[in-house]
Nanobody, 127 residues
């Protein structure tokens, strides 16, 4: 049983920065895609960013492009999300997800395509 554990969520002022981490524990797997999603109160879970195994493939939601950066450490089965210039609308629970399957561009943004998930970490952007 693989578990992912997110960390790094916090209360931060608008314009501030946070770095989220998500590490896998348990069975070692080759995670071809690792991604971040988020869910705000009363809203559906939405795609934030994804990264392929080698790091050369990345994709971002338009709402975070230019402000967020996704990266990964394959040796540690860990994915990171550097979030800069945070806005109140970034407030949400952030979840990491991972897939052992290759995902086509259209499916990388669909949370149901992923094999394993974390429990989430709360990010609140407020003054």
């Amino acid at each position: 049983q693989v578990q992912f554990v997110e960390s790094g969520g916090a209360l931060v002022q608008p314009g501030g920065s946070l770095r989220l981490s998500c590490a896998a524990s348990g069975r070692t797997s080759r995670w071809l895609f690792m991604s971040w999603f988020r869910q705000a109160p009363g809203k559906e879970r939405e795609f934030v960013a994804t990264i392929g195994f080698g790091g050369s493939i990345t994709d971002y939601a338009d709402s975070v492009k230019g402000r967020f950066t996704i990266s990964r450490d394959n040796a540690e089965s860990t994915v990171f999300l550097q979030m800069n210039s945070l806005k109140p609308e970034d407030t949400a629970v952030y979840y990491c997800a991972a897939s052992t399957q290759g995902l086509a561009p259209a499916t990388r943004r669909r949370w149901e395509q992923y094999d394993s998930w974390g429990q989430g970490t709360q990010v609140t952007v407020s003054s």
